[in-house]
């Protein structure tokens, strides 16, 4: 069973910088791809970054493609989220997932984090 616990939301203007973090406990190595998706109000939970444990191959929505950076630390188990040049527009929930391969799906991954509130104010 795998655990995810996200922490590092909060309420930031437009143009700063936030840094999400995600705990992994219980980790399996069938669930080797860590992606961070975010549902906004009204709207379906999209993806917006992965990365697996085993190597560095990450991936981006096209909508945080060179603001967004995810990165890993396999000693902690954290997968990280740093998120810069923050938009009004990335105001959402974001959630941490485990899968056993990269999906822009979020029907494809197996368990989840509880979501940390991110609001970027104008």
């Known amino acids: 069973q795998v655990q995810l616990v996200e922490s590092g939301g909060g309420l930031v203007q437009a143009g700063g910088s936030l840094r999400l973090s995600c705990s992994a406990s219980g980790r399996s190595s069938s669930y080797d791809c860590m992606g961070w998706f975010r549902q906004a109000p009204g709207k379906e939970r999209e993806f917006v970054a992965a990365?697996?444990?085993?190597?560095?191959?990450?991936y981006y929505a096209d909508s945080v493609k060179g603001r967004f950076t995810i990165s890993r630390d396999n000693a902690k188990n954290t997968v990280a989220l740093q998120m810069n040049s923050l938009k009004p527009e990335d105001t959402a929930v974001y959630y941490c997932a485990a899968g056993s391969d990269f999906h822009r799906d979020p029907g494809r991954y197996a368990y989840w984090g509880q979501g940390t509130q991110v609001t970027v104010s104008s």
């Open positions: 990365i697996y444990w085993s190597f560095r191959t990450t």
